[in-house]
């Protein structure tokens, strides 16, 4: 079993910042990619961002290109979505994931295990 805890989300302006933290704990050794999603209202949930536990390598949607960035803290377990220059249409539950798969996972059925989700609203 894999366990994944979101914080960080939150109310803030257009073109503000936010950082999403997601501390993975228990079988980590068990999966090879991480990733974010997110669900706005009345929308599917889609793929924001990836990356392997060991490695440089990252992959985003076309959407939060050169915006957002993700990273993690292998020490700490703990993946990170850094979120820049945010726009009202970011506005979702942003959820961290743990996939078995490797890099690059963009599709929601290649993840075991998520997280509860972390609301972010970006006011316009």
């Known amino acids: 079993q894999v366990q994944l805890v979101e914080s960080g989300g939150g109310l803030v302006q257009a073109g503000g910042s936010l950082r999403l933290s997601c501390a993975v704990s228990?079988?980590?050794?068990?999966?090879?990619?991480m990733g974010w999603f997110r669900q706005g209202p009345g929308r599917e949930r889609e793929f924001v961002a990836t990356?392997?536990?060991?490695?440089?390598?990252?992959g985003y949607a076309d959407s939060v290109k050169g915006r957002f960035t993700i990273s993690r803290d292998n020490a700490n377990n703990t993946i990170y979505l850094q979120m820049n220059s945010l726009k009202s249409d970011d506005t979702a539950v942003y959820y961290c994931?743990?996939?078995?798969?490797?890099?690059?996972?963009?599709?929601?059925?290649?993840?075991?295990?998520w997280g509860q989700g972390t609301q972010v609203t970006v006011s316009s």
């Open positions: 990356l392997p536990w060991t490695g440089g390598m990252t």
């Open positions: 994931a743990a996939s078995s798969g490797y890099f690059p996972a963009l599709k929601v059925l290649q993840y075991g295990y």
């Open positions: 228990g079988r980590t050794f068990s999966q090879r990619s």
